[in-house]
């Protein structure tokens, strides 16, 4: 039997749904930096949580509805509010729903495992568990998407909605690695004088942490450096966070759904992601810095965005019978 082309409805479906897992997961390690941070910081330390809503990019639907960024408003916002759609629960939720319109093209043990993530959330919420001790909770849920993940690798056929799950998984963990990495510059430098103090030390730590790659970087760097940091989670090949080695993944799915040869172009999300990806193949992390890091940062998660645009009128875009 030949294969037939994936419909665009249900393409669309599995590139969100594994943008949502992956968005869930990535808000849950977002706020634990700065959990890590209030816990490792010297007593008398202030707390910042608006830095966290600011590298969000819903800082306008925030503060639209909030007086002020305590840490109990920016987790709710976060991780509970069902207004905020880019909420940990809103997330699941709408990860959950899109599975359900796609049964029939995902296993089964994906759709238990998305139907049981937004279940755990909405449980915890209910019992108070997830307000009294969240870190605990973003813990569970961040094993529990690594459990989708592996569902998804071991279960799901590596066909064309495969691709399309993969290619949102990678360019939505880019996206968001770009921002844990934004809130050393927002956040975590109170003070010019805390540069290369062991505060500093820990700050980054917390980062490395929040991205489960601080044995990792210990074991290729050893000493915690600004510098190699930032080369770590940027331009590393083989780190699966690192931004290169998710645009590297991405661009291989985008390869492989249209069958087009990689080192050619056959529509315009695959030109700009190309370009995109060659650009960090080549741009050293001096440059990045010299440049400055937030700025990169800024106008790669800008780029990000056009690259997601391309990938929706290319193949989700609704066209005109004729």
């Given amino acids: 039997m030949i294969a037939r082309p994936l419909l665009s409805r249900v393409a669309d479906s599995v590139y969100w749904m594994g943008r949502y897992i992956e968005r869930a997961e990535n808000v849950a390690r977002f706020i634990d930096v700065n959990l890590h941070l209030m816990l490792d910081a010297p007593a008398g330390t202030p707390q910042h949580w608006d830095p966290l809503i600011d590298t969000s990019g819903d800082a306008a639907a925030f503060r639209e509805r909030k007086k002020e960024a305590t840490r109990e408003s920016v987790i709710h916002f ?6 905020n759609p880019n909420s940990i629960l809103s997330c699941l939720r709408a990860a959950r729903e899109n599975a359900r319109s796609v049964r029939d093209t995902i296993s089964s043990e994906m759709w238990e495992q998305a139907n049981r993530l937004y279940l755990m959330v909405l449980d915890e919420i209910s019992s ?10 973003f813990r569970e849920l961040k094993l529990d998407c690594h459990l989708f993940q592996g569902l998804t690798d071991s279960t799901m056929s590596h066909n064309e909605a495969w691709h399309f799950l993969q290619l949102g998984r990678m360019l939505e963990r880019a996206d968001k690695t ?3 990495l934004d809130v050393k510059y ?14 500093d030390d820990v700050q980054w730590s917390a980062v490395l942490k929040s991205v489960s790659g601080f044995e990792m970087y210990r074991k290729k760097y050893g000493r915690i450096r600004p510098t190699e940091l930032v080369e770590f989670l940027v331009l590393d090949r083989e780190f699966p966070r690192a931004v290169r080695h998710c645009l590297s993944s991405a661009d291989r799915c985008l390869h492989s759904i249209t069958g087009t040869a990689e080192d050619s172009y056959s ?4 030109r700009y992601l190309g370009q995109l990806r060659s650009e960090l193949d080549y741009t050293p ?7 400055g890091l937030h700025e990169f940062l800024d106008d790669l998660q800008a780029r990000l965005n056009r690259v997601d645009e391309r990938i929706n009128t290319t193949f989700f875009a609704l066209r005109p019978a004729g």
């Avoid at 927002?186 to 505060?199: A, K, M, R, Y």
């Avoid at 992390?285 to 440049?291: A, D, K, N, P, Q």
């Fill in 78 to 83: 976060l991780t509970f509010d069902t207004e």
């Fill in 128 to 137: 108070g568990r997830a307000v009294e001790s969240p870190r605990d909770l």
């Fill in 178 to 180: 770009t921002r844990i």
């Fill in 186 to 199: 927002f956040l975590l430098l109170p003070s010019i004088d805390d540069v290369g103090t062991s505060i």
């Fill in 267 to 270: 529509n315009s999300a695959e």
């Fill in 285 to 291: 992390v001096r440059e990045i810095l010299s440049g």
